[in-house]
């Protein structure tokens, strides 16, 4: 008994200093919030109003998504001083320009894309069409930049004036699709990688299965490729002036042109058109303090952020209507389970739509899809959930982002209506399964497995041994199964048979342009397009969008909230800013994120079969 007491003394303690450090961290958190609280409220009435006149002024940062990924609303408050954000909703900038089209109040639009770390075309030619519907007012746009990436100058080509910095430039490269292969390396690691698929195309695995690009894919990569080039290229060249093929001769004889103007990129980009004017960031300063309405040299302007909290709270005190249009956004790799935005969670995706068909106020859906797909079962979970609204007479219309390929396609393939952008990647229509087994690895280091089991099949799960033919069997009758019910939804959903769809499908990816052509899609359009679409076969005049979302938690939604209110503050303030692209560009990063991409995509993926309906070849 005596030996046991500082034990039992020890125990004490260290549950009282637990507790302690429970109530520490609760009471931190409280004051936390009674500080955000007041500041909220010390900033609330400081939100920039809109000027009588002046220019509304974009800066785009991060990556262009659809849906922002998850971020723990605690760690996001206390990273509101970092001055830095990863990523911009499309939505809200294409909203920002179309409501400051018919703004009187906003004489110009000044695209600053500096911050702006990149995006997919079909992301891009949405904002691109806003800002085409923009410039029907005849209000300028003036694009200004230090330096323009490929991505960057696609939404500046859509402005009336162009202005670069003397020590910037112009950088088109073109399209391209390269991967790392890993046979060699996982053969000296002795790891066998056990591979089932169902499509010639399906190249999720090709990495995995040899050194270099099959004939098949590099074929059809070179297709989509060609065809997203051609879209990139024609639409600058008819917003700049420029000849049919400038864009791509451009890129092929850069180095030779930069010979020419002894290395000045952006007398370069000017000499053939690109950018209209190359003056550094004064003499902007003073071109936009001359052309725009101000004081003290100084021109009115809103950011995005603000303009869009004004304009939001105007249009919610005005709006009457009850019935609503919900937008459900399906974002990232699909997994299995619950999972936080920026994934789609079967179950997750499921309970979403279970609480839009059970609001008797939603008359409508429309699912926004970005992904490449990701776990069969998830999928399946998705589409199902799907299938109980539209049984209750909702209509579901799908948009498609940038990507909505193969477990994207699944959920969307019974949908009312599809719609696409030219530059979409759909399709992706296979299975694949994949199995690793380490047993030579661990034999190369003397260790080894053995035992019994009352079936053939009773180590199936085990890496540490190889698969058996019956277990290889198994796996490949479930992925062939997993592929029937693929064409067969497929045709059901788009009035055609298993053998039709068969012909366009075993993998093979397409444009939103193709896929109009093979009748994958109904039409082209974007977002806007398809909730127009919803309420046409609703059958509503007026009505409300409604994003809906993962529900958060009490204390998520109170500090979220908190956050967002301070947020907007310190933006009106102009105590927060974004941080220059480049900050997301490091080299060294980018390629480990490539090298390792394969082995990234069989750590997220979660299947509980371990099938997976995913186009790895999809974001570009």
Not at 133 to 149: N, W
Not at 399 to 408: D, E, I, L, T
Not at 612 to 619: G, R, T, V
Request: with cysteine.
């Amino acid at each position: 008994m005596t030996e046991k007491k500082p034990g039992l003394i020890r125990r004490i303690f260290t549950f009282m200093g637990s507790a302690l450090t429970a109530v520490r961290h609760a009471f931190s958190l409280l004051i936390l919030v009674v500080i955000i609280s007041f500041l909220g409220g010390m900033f609330a009435g400081n939100l920039k109003p809109i000027p009588a006149e002046g220019a509304l002024y974009i800066a785009p940062q991060g990556l262009l998504v659809d849906q922002k990924s998850y971020v723990d609303p605690l760690a996001q408050i206390l990273s509101q001083g970092s001055q830095q954000s990863s990523e911009t909703l499309v939505r809200d900038v294409i909203e920002a320009i179309d409501t400051a089209k018919d703004d009187n109040r906003i004489t110009h639009l000044v695209l600053d894309t500096d911050y702006m770390a990149g995006a997919s075309l079909s992301k891009l030619q949405e904002i691109g069409s806003a800002l085409r519907r923009f410039k029907t007012t005849d209000k300028p746009i003036i694009a200004v930049a230090d330096y323009f990436t490929q991505s960057q100058y696609f939404l500046a080509a859509h402005a009336d004036e162009i202005m670069l910095n003397p020590l910037g430039g112009v950088m088109i490269t073109g399209f391209g699709s390269y991967r790392s292969y890993f046979k060699d390396a996982l053969d000296k690691l002795k790891i066998t990688m056990n591979i089932f698929r169902v499509g010639q195309y399906k190249s999720a695995v090709e990495p995995l299965m040899g050194n270099s690009m099959s004939t098949q894919v590099r074929d059809e990569t070179g297709v989509l490729l060609n065809d997203l080039w051609q879209s990139y290229t024609s639409e600058i060249e008819d917003l700049r002036g420029l000849d049919a093929g400038a864009l791509s001769d451009y890129a092929n004889t850069l180095h030779i042109l930069l010979d020419e103007y002894d290395g000045d990129s952006a007398a370069l980009s000017k000499a053939v058109g690109l950018v209209d004017t190359v003056v550094n960031r004064s003499g902007i300063h003073r071109y936009l303090n001359a052309n725009i309405a101000g004081e003290d040299d100084d021109f009115n302007s809103i950011g995005m952020d603000n303009y869009l909290s004004n304009t939001r709270l105007a249009d919610k005190q005005v709006s009457g209507a009850q019935d609503q249009i919900a937008v459900v956004v399906a974002s990232g790799s699909i997994m299995d389970g619950q999972q936080p935005e920026g994934s789609i969670g079967g179950d997750t995706l499921a309970s979403i739509f279970k609480e839009v068909r059970e609001d008797e106020n939603v008359k409508a859906v429309v699912l926004r899809i970005d992904s490449g797909g990701g776990s069969a079962f998830a999928s399946e979970i998705i589409r199902d959930s799907i299938n109980a609204t539209r049984d209750q007479g909702i209509p579901v219309v799908v948009s498609m982002g940038s990507v909505a390929a193969s477990g994207g396609y699944w959920i969307a393939a019974e949908v009312d209506r599809i719609l696409a952008t030219p530059a979409t990647i759909t399709g992706s229509i296979g299975v694949f399964g994949i199995v690793p087994t380490i047993d030579q690895s661990l034999a190369s280091l003397g260790i080894y497995s053995d035992g019994v089991g009352t079936t053939d099949i009773a180590a199936m799960t085990q890496l540490d041994r190889p698969l058996t033919q019956q277990t290889k069997a198994i796996i490949q009758s479930g992925v062939d199964n997993i592929y029937t019910r693929f064409i067969t939804l497929v045709a059901n959903g788009r009035d055609s048979t298993p053998a039709e769809v068969h012909k366009i499908s075993q993998g093979r990816v397409w444009t939103g342009n193709q896929a109009l052509a093979n009748g994958l899609v109904d039409q082209l359009g974007d977002l806007n397009d398809a909730i127009l679409v919803a309420a046409e076969i609703a059958d509503l005049d007026d009505y409300q969008i409604d994003y809906r979302r993962k529900e958060m938690t009490p204390i998520e939604t109170l500090i979220t909230e908190l956050n967002r209110n301070v947020a907007e503050s310190l933006h009106g303030l102009g105590l927060v800013s974004g941080v220059n692209s480049s900050m997301s560009n490091n080299s060294l990063l980018r390629y480990a994120k490539k090298v390792l991409e394969p082995l990234n995509l069989i750590n997220a993926l979660n299947d509980p079969k371990d099938i997976y309906l995913y186009c790895d070849k999809c974001p570009l």
